[in-house]
């Protein structure tokens, strides 16, 4: 079944942050099939940066990051950014009720579970674009 594209006539930007560089070039080449330009860091801290000097249209992150998880860099994108807008999306191989709890508080807009699955993902970003 062919990827769903990028309905958008000028490709979004997606940053994808995962301290696993495996999953985090397959989740990247997922988005990119999908019309994505995508950015990819390999730390909460980093990605931090970038997201106070540029735009992006949708943020993955991983839930289990080295110094800061994902759940804690979300936090700062809400409340200390003030991007209530930006989509983002965890993904983590936890999927008990606990943490998908933990990750809405956090102000996730919607989470994947590992390994993710074209079907989940496209799932998930048509879900972000009728929100938006």
Known sequence: MPCPQNPDPVP?????V????????VLSSMLMQ?????????????????LKDERFDLVMLDI?????????????????????????????????????????MAGFNDFLFKPVDGAALDGVLQGLRAAH
């Open 12 to 16: 979004q930007r997606a940053l994808v």
């Open 64 to 104: 289990l990051m080295f110094r800061m998880s994902g759940i804690e860099l979300c936090q700062i994108i809400r409340d200390e950014l003030g991007l209530l807008d930006l989509p983002v999306v965890a993904y983590t191989a936890h999927s008990d009720i606990f943490n998908v709890a933990h990750m809405r």
């Open 34 to 50: 999908r019309g994505y330009d995508v950015i990819e860091e390999t730390s909460s801290e980093a990605a931090l940066i970038r």
């Open 18 to 25: 995962d301290d696993n560089s495996l999953m985090r070039v």
